[in-house]
């Protein structure tokens, strides 16, 4: 596992807190008893995740 360190600017975290607060409202207003990870780290992997699966769709 690789350990990465990201210095944000204020507009971007801004954004990040954003993407946090309107994640936490969607998931909780439909599950409200699910408890998700939704930590910084987790945003920037689902958003790495996201990317990739965009970047190198698999073609069938």
Known sequence: MGKLTIYLGDEEEQKLNAITDRLKKGITSEIPELKIDLSKSQIVKM???GLHARLFQKKE
């Open 47 to 49: 958003a790495i995740n």
